[in-house]
């Protein structure tokens, strides 16, 4: 019950960032990342460093893949080796090229929530952690 409450609020939070940019919830690759958070706190993808890290790398890459033209898919799995790379492993991150060449406009309006939700995912996957194992979250 706790989890599906963290879920519902780090969801509400992620759509009130999107809203105030003018975006769908859709638009935002944060509920897979939230979802990790919630239902496996402990691993590596849920780690402060993985998702902020993870979602940062894919941002840029896809910034500089989509001023380029490369393709989404290419581009994902650059992000995926870049992330292993950073050791910042965060696999929901690697669905932001898709987003941004299904909708060209999104990539100008993506940071804001993208960087509120990292930061609302990576406090849930903190407090779920600290929560079921009375420890602190490794934050390197």
């Known amino acids: 019950l706790l989890k599906a409450g963290a879920f519902a609020a780090g ?3 992620v759509d009130r960032f999107a ?17 990790v958070a ?6 590596d993808a849920a780690r402060p460093r ?4 993870g979602h940062g790398i894919s941002f840029c890459l896809t910034l500089i893949a989509h001023s380029t033209a490369v393709p989404p898919v290419v581009t994902a799995a650059i992000i995926l ?3 292993q790379i950073a050791s910042t492993p965060h ?39 600290r929560i079921e194992n009375h420890e602190r979250f490794p934050v390197g």
């Open 50 to 53: 993985s998702i902020i890290g």
């Open 38 to 43: 919630c239902t496996m706190p402990q691993s």
């Open 81 to 83: 080796v870049a992330m």
């Open 11 to 13: 969801i509400a939070a």
């Open 91 to 129: 696999p929901p991150a690697a669905l932001t090229p898709f987003l941004v060449a299904a909708h060209a406009d999104l990539a100008s309006r993506l940071a804001l929530p993208l960087a509120a939700g990292c930061l609302v995912a990576a406090g849930i996957a903190f407090a779920l952690r």
């Open 19 to 35: 809203q105030s940019v003018s975006l769908s919830l859709l638009s935002v690759p944060l509920v897979t990342s939230i979802a």
